[in-house]
Nanobody, 126 residues
Framework: QVQLVESGGGLVQAGGSLRLSCAASGRTFSRYAMGWFRQAPGKEREFVAA????????YYADSVKDRFTISRDNAKNTVYLQMNSLKPEDTAVYYC???????????????????WGQGTQVTVSS
């Protein structure tokens, strides 16, 4: 069984930082790109960041560029999202996911990911 478990969410004030973790089990994902998505109340799920299978490149949504950093540790089968300078509009449930295809740079399309975590809540107060 494949399982992704996100952790590290919580309540922070605007301008603060959080680091989210996504630990995978049941399969090694070192050959797959990984992504982070989020869903705010009343809004559709949106792309946040993706990291290539090799960890050599990353994509970010314009809304989080220069504030968030995605990284991975294949030895731990874990992907991270470092979030700095948090804003109230970052409030959402954050999900990690595994891309369907091997050896890609990832993408911003949720339909191209096939394994998802349960999500972790991030709340940013003003």
């Amino acid at each position: 069984q494949v399982q992704l478990v996100e952790s590290g969410g919580g309540l922070v004030q605007a301008g603060g930082s959080l680091r989210l973790s996504c630990a995978a089990s049941g399969r090694t994902f070192s050959r797959y790109a990984m992504g982070w998505f989020r869903q705010a109340p009343g809004k559709e799920r949106e792309f946040v960041a993706a990291i290539s299978w090799s960890g050599g490149s990353a994509y970010y949504a314009d809304s989080v560029k220069d504030r968030f950093t995605i990284s991975r540790d294949n030895a731990k089968n874990t992907v991270y999202l470092q979030m700095n300078s948090l804003k109230p509009e970052d409030t959402a449930v954050y999900y990690c996911a595994v891309h369907k295809s091997q050896f890609t740079r990832g993408s911003s399309w949720s339909s191209e990911y096939d394994y998802w975590g349960q999500g972790t809540q991030v709340t940013v107060s003003s």
